[in-house]
């Protein structure tokens, strides 16, 4: 039974949510991310601390009851399927397993399942490969995360000549970047969790920095001109495509720079150059108007960073500057997404999302000062950060 301090807690959160609620119907002011804050305070007080915990020691389950329903087939039948209802034993048969596992999805009745919105999301490409990569990447890992504590092997920036390795090493006897080079299924999801792993979670990078004013310059267009956009790191070029199509005013040549074998997995887009690139050596594109860095520094330590970024530096103007699509956490109060990301960042690759602050020392180290930190209406700490060259 709660307590009345509980109880009075309870009330005065269930009293802000209502609050939020309506302010969010009257006139759509409240940012997702304090919304969301204020229902899940209000959840966690109303669970307690038993049932919180609980909760949270079963999410493994769950985790592995969605994963086994993307893999089977369940959730492809369910969605293919619409509002029409499938019972266990069907969906049992056509994924070959015993009905007593299908236990996701909405109940249309006694052992009978169909999708809802949340299963037809994560059926669109590239959302169940994000499901299948922390499975195989990081369940792993955790296993492993108890006797590499103990023996005081679970470091976040190891040195290799002192033996120390990334968790991600310990647990499958090779980096991310060997793994994703020796197995072509698994690069292909990446791939495709790369491109759809933001969807609707937050604006598109270009809405929160404004791209279609602040680089609709001119003296970018022409094939002996420096490059207008130049993304570094730019997989398969989804986020200058998406640049492009929602700017077409604006003219000028756009570049996106990767590894061979990610744009060979890449059919040629119109009107995008693709250069061969290692960011780790000089950067052969010189005097771009504007360097685009999406979710690259939180996969490196500030040494790794102020190395790849040098390159790009040295080759910037004084009209350059960098565009830094990334986590900029608060310095406390940090959200539970972000602190959780973080969490993902160690464990893959020894890296790290960083505050405020953290990116001011980085972008400072390496020559550069923040001109602004652009964020997102909706509240998330997913910001743009633009930074120039530090003046004499």
């Not at 923040?370 to 004499?392: D, F, Q, T």
């Amino acid at each position: 039974m709660a307590q009345p301090q509980q109880q009075t807690s309870v009330l005065s959160l269930a009293k802000k949510v209502t609050e939020l609620a309506e302010k969010q119907t009257s006139d759509g002011s409240v940012s997702q991310k304090d919304f969301v804050d204020a229902i899940q305070r209000l959840q966690i007080a109303v669970e307690g601390p038993a049932h919180y915990v609980a909760r949270m020691r079963h999410q493994p389950a769950e985790y592995i009851s969605v994963l086994l329903a993307v893999e089977s087939g369940v959730l492809k039948a369910l969605v293919e399927s619409g509002d029409t209802p499938l019972s266990a034993q069907q969906l049992a048969e056509g994924a070959k397993a015993d009905p007593l596992l299908i236990s996701v999805f909405d109940e249309a009745g006694p052992s009978k399942y169909k999708c809802n919105a949340i299963s037809r999301w994560l059926n669109k490409p590239g959302q169940a490969d994000g499901f299948r990569l922390v499975a195989e990447w990081v369940l792993p890992i955790g296993s492993k995360t108890l006797s590499l504590w103990r023996a005081n092997k679970f470091t976040q920036f190891p040195d290799a000549k002192k033996g120390e390795k990334r968790p991600f090493e310990w647990a499958h006897s090779k980096t991310q970047w060997e793994s994703l080079r020796e197995n072509p299924e698994q690069k292909s999801a990446f791939d495709g969790y790369m491109a759809a792993r933001r969807t609707e979670l937050r604006p598109a990078w270009h809405e929160i920095y404004p791209a279609g004013k602040e680089l609709n310059v001119a003296g970018y267009e022409g094939p002996q001109e420096p490059p207008l956009l130049c993304d570094v790191g730019g997989n398969t070029g989804y986020d200058v495509t998406s640049f492009k199509s929602s700017n077409p005013h604006i003219k000028g040549r756009l570049v996106v720079e990767d590894l061979p074998e990610t744009l060979a997995s890449q059919a040629p887009i119109p009107g995008v150059e693709t250069i061969k690139y290692d960011f780790f050596t000089p950067q052969p594109v010189k005097g771009a108007r504007a360097y685009f860095f999406k979710a690259v520094f939180h996969d490196f330590d500030d040494n790794d960073c102020r190395k790849f970024l040098g390159n790009t530096v040295a080759a910037m103007d004084p009209e350059s500057c960098v565009l830094i699509d990334d986590w900029v956490l608060p310095d406390e109060g940090a959200p539970q997404a972000g602190a959780s990301e973080d969490m993902f960042m160690m464990m893959l690759l020894s890296g790290m999302e960083r505050s405020e602050s953290q990116w001011k020392a980085l972008l400072n180290s390496a020559g550069l000062d923040i001109k602004r930190i652009w964020r997102s209406h909706s509240g998330v700490s997913e910001c743009v950060i633009e930074a120039k060259l530090k003046r004499n």
